[in-house]
């Protein structure tokens, strides 16, 4: 049995990632705030190997709680592989940082770094001894690379997620049966993350022209296209420790 644990199934990426290793056959273990109807309708006609677990993440003191509840829908005897993928994400707030509220900056912070990075904490010290395969993909961001404009709060988030990314990998390795962990880029994908792109003003971010573009020509990806991708992509990368890909390096 393979399990995937995915934060964010409810829409957009999260949820075409979810569905397309359901279609697979494999066990996947959910975590947003509301339920995705697509996946919620796809079990009752079909008996999947799903769990959903409602849970904000943003609330960083209880996330014990959560893995708890996660491990706990796992038969680690049965387990082949376990991989964590964090997904969900914000991009608020989109605005020059001094007109961004306390709570709106520690919001971004605590769902798009500290959350993954204490549920990864969690996930390497309860599968330390598991001789099976074991792998963390953190969905970053080319503006984890590339500085933006009204962005300062979700280009941070992403930096330090890829350096996340490369100093645990240095840790895993000295391990006797390290966890692989890669940080993984989308590309542009059309979901409500780009909605809310799309709706901030010019003053606020100058790109903005730019992403109602991509809409408006058809250049974004499909949430399904992206997620078959990554899948692809990780399984062309299974071996990779601490590296930092884009989807769209690969034809
Ligand atoms: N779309 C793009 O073009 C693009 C590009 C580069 C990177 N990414 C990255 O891809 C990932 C997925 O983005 P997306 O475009 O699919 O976004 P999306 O459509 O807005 O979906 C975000 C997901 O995150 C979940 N989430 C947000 N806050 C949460 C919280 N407090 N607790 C639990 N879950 C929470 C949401 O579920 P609930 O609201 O139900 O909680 C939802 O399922 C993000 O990490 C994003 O940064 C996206």
């Known amino acids: 049995m393979k399990y995937y644990i995915i934060t964010g199934t409810s829409k957009g990426l999260g949820e075409a990632l ?44 209880k996330l014990t709680s959560l893995m708890e509840a996660v491990f706990s829908c796992i038969d680690f005897k049965q387990a082949l592989s376990i991989c964590l993928i964090n997904n969900a994400g914000v991009v608020t707030p989109v605005k020059v940082i001094e007109k961004c509220e306390d709570d709106e900056i520690m919001e971004a912070f605590n769902i798009n770094t500290m959350a993954p990075i204490l549920m990864t904490s969690k996930f390497i010290k309860k599968l330390k001894s598991l001789e099976i395969d074991k792998h963390v993909v953190n969905i970053s961001s080319g503006a984890g690379k590339h500085p933006y404009d009204g962005w300062s709060c979700y280009c941070s988030t992403k930096a330090a997620m890829d350096m996340f990314t490369r100093c645990v990998a240095l840790e895993q390795k000295k391990t006797a049966f390290p966890v692989k962990i890669i940080s993984l880029a989308p590309g542009v994908v059309d979901t409500q993350m780009q909605g809310v792109i799309r709706a901030s003003t010019k003053e606020d971010f100058s790109n ?41 390096d690969y034809k």
Do not use: C
């Open 208 to 248: 903005v022209e730019r992403f109602i573009d991509y809409k408006e020509k058809g250049s974004l990806l499909s949430p399904e296209a992206a997620a078959k991708k990554i899948l692809e992509v990780m399984e062309i990368e299974a071996m990779s420790q601490g590296q930092l890909l884009d989807i769209r």
């Open 18 to 61: 979810a569905l397309e290793l359901l279609i697979k056959g494999h066990h996947v273990i959910g975590v947003s705030r509301s339920q995705s109807d697509k996946i919620e309708d796809r079990v009752r006609l079909k008996n999947d190997n799903w769990h959903h677990i409602t849970w904000d993440i943003s609330h960083i003191e």
